[in-house]
């Protein structure tokens, strides 16, 4: 199983990035994948995740309204639009997959991870 993350970069407070993540080795429709980060000297946080089907979206408080999360899964992709993004986003994006279910904000429940890429937003 491969997940790979890409699209992210530096950008300035207030600017977007739209992240993808690439599946393989996995029956990628029907696991529900999240995206997670983690800032220098913190602790992993949950920032979105989407159901196989792509039918159910979370979000955590930090980020509503401002990220998009979506799944295309005739390509194994899954995408966070990030709009608006401020400098206290920037860290390391990784993308997850797991089995379904409501623990989705559980970093313990995700079965596969990607390497991450680094968001940086400037002030």
């Known amino acids: 199983v491969q997940l790979v993350e890409s699209g992210g970069g530096l950008v300035q407070a207030g600017g977007s990035l739209r992240l993808s993540c690439a599946a393989s080795?996995?029956?990628?429709?029907?696991?529900?994948m999240g995206w997670f980060r983690q800032a220098p000297g913190k602790d992993r946080e949950f920032v979105a995740a989407?159901?196989?089907?792509?039918?159910?979206?979370f979000y955590a408080d930090s980020v509503k309204g401002r990220f998009t999360a979506s799944r295309d899964n005739a390509k194994n992709t899954v995408h966070l639009q990030m709009n608006s993004l401020k400098p206290e986003d920037t860290a390391v994006y990784f993308c997850?997959?797991?089995?379904?279910?409501?623990?989705?904000?559980?970093?313990?429940?995700?079965?596969?991870w990607g390497q991450g890429t680094q968001v940086t937003v400037s002030s």
């Open positions: 080795g996995l029956a990628f429709s029907r696991y529900a």
């Open positions: 997850g997959a797991y089995p379904g279910g409501p623990y989705y904000r559980d970093q313990y429940e995700y079965d596969y």
């Open positions: 989407i159901a196989s089907e792509g039918g159910n979206i």
